[in-house]
Nanobody
């Protein structure tokens, strides 16, 4: 059974930082592209970042370039999202997802976590 469990969310002041983690089990992580998505109240879910199977290639949404960093540790079966210089508009539920593909730009993901809430106060 595949499980993706996010952690690291919380309440932070504007300008602060958080590091989200996604612990994967039940799958061979190095064979999956991993992505982070977010969904704010009343808005559609959007992809924030994605990382190739080896970690050598990444892609980011325009709104987070230069602020967020995705990285992975395949030996620990964990993917991370570092969030820096947070703004209130970054408030959302953040989800990690796994895609069994070689294309880190894919929009089609096979497995999803339950999400972790990030709230940024002004």
């Amino acid at each position: 059974q595949v499980q993706l469990v996010e952690s690291g969310g919380g309440l932070v002041q504007a300008g602060g930082s958080l590091r989200l983690s996604c612990a994967a089990s039940g799958l061979t992580l190095p064979t999956y592209v991993m992505g982070w998505f977010r969904q704010a109240p009343g808005k559609e879910r959007e992809r924030v970042a994605a990382i190739s199977r080896s970690g050598g290639s990444t892609t980011y949404g325009d709104s987070v370039k230069g602020r967020f960093t995705i990285f992975r540790d395949n030996a620990k079966n964990t993917v991370y999202l570092q969030l820096n210089v947070l703004k209130p508009e970054h408030t959302a539920v953040y989800y990690c997802a796994a895609a069994w593909t070689t294309n880190h730009n894919t929009q089609k993901y096979d497995y999803w976590g339950q999400g972790t809430q990030v709230t940024v106060s002004s």
